[in-house]
Nanobody, 124 residues
Framework: QVQLVESGGGLVQAGDSLRLSCADS????????MGWFRQAPGKEREFVAA????????LYTDSVKGRFTISRDNAKNTVYLQMNSLKPEDTAVYYC?????????????????WGQGTQVTVSS
């Protein structure tokens, strides 16, 4: 059974950094491609970043390129999102998601499991 639990969110000032973690309690973490999504109040959920099963391939939305880094540690069943130079527009609930597919995509419909989300608030 896959259970994704995010942590690391909080309230920070613009320019600060945060690292989000998403841990999977199951035994099949390395078989999943992983993604991070976010949803701001009144907006649709949007893709942020994704990483392949082995961590070789990554994908980012344009607005976070150069500021956010996705990584994973399969030995710890954990995926991370390092967020630097945070901006107020990064404020959202951040969700991690797992996909059985061997490829990584921006489409939320290609992900099979979702965490409960963690709030990130960036003040100006």
């Amino acid at each position: 059974q896959v259970q994704l639990v995010e942590s690391g969110g909080g309230l920070v000032q613009a320019g600060d950094s945060l690292r989000l973690s998403c841990a999977d309690s199951g035994r099949t973490f390395s078989t999943f491609a992983m993604g991070w999504f976010r949803q701001a109040p009144g907006k649709e959920r949007e893709f942020v970043a994704a990483i392949s099963r082995g961590g070789v391939s990554t994908l980012y939305t344009d607005s976070v390129k150069g500021r956010f880094t996705i990584s994973r540690d399969n030995a710890k069943n954990t995926v991370y999102l390092q967020m630097n130079s945070l901006k107020p527009e990064d404020t959202a609930v951040y969700y991690c998601a797992a996909s059985y597919r061997s490829y990584i995509r921006r489409d939320s419909g290609t992900y099979d499991y979702w965490g409960q989300g963690t709030q990130v608030t960036v003040s100006s």
